[in-house]
């Protein structure tokens, strides 16, 4: 039973990855996703958003879940154990309900 990305608390993962490039982030996005969508159905989780910052040579990504034990298994299983899973608060600034890139 899928659970709506709505009704999912947030979580913020970090990375640390000193080698930090687009290509090395693509490569994660798309190794995390595919393990999440494989075990959605059991885990609830969705990754929704990577950033890189290369000088600090960390990665973060915002997940929806169920729960942060979820997302670190997501992440364990994908090759790229999280260096840290934090609860995370979501809000939308005003004006932007429904903005897209």
Not at 35 to 52: E, I, K, P, Q
Not at 74 to 91: I, K, N, Q
């Amino acid at each position: 039973m899928s659970i709506p990305l709505s009704v999912r608390q947030r979580y913020l993962v970090e990375w640390y990855h000193p080698d930090a490039t687009p290509e090395a982030l693509e490569r994660r996005v798309a190794a995390v996703t595919a393990n999440a969508a494989a075990r959605s159905a059991d885990d609830g989780v969705a990754l929704l958003t990577t950033f890189l910052l290369p000088s600090d040579e960390v990665v973060f990504g915002v997940f929806a879940a169920r729960s942060g034990e979820a997302v670190a298994d997501v992440c364990r299983r994908s090759g790229y154990p999280a260096g840290r899973v934090s609860e995370a608060v979501e809000a939308t600034a005003p004006g932007t309900e429904g903005h897209t890139r």
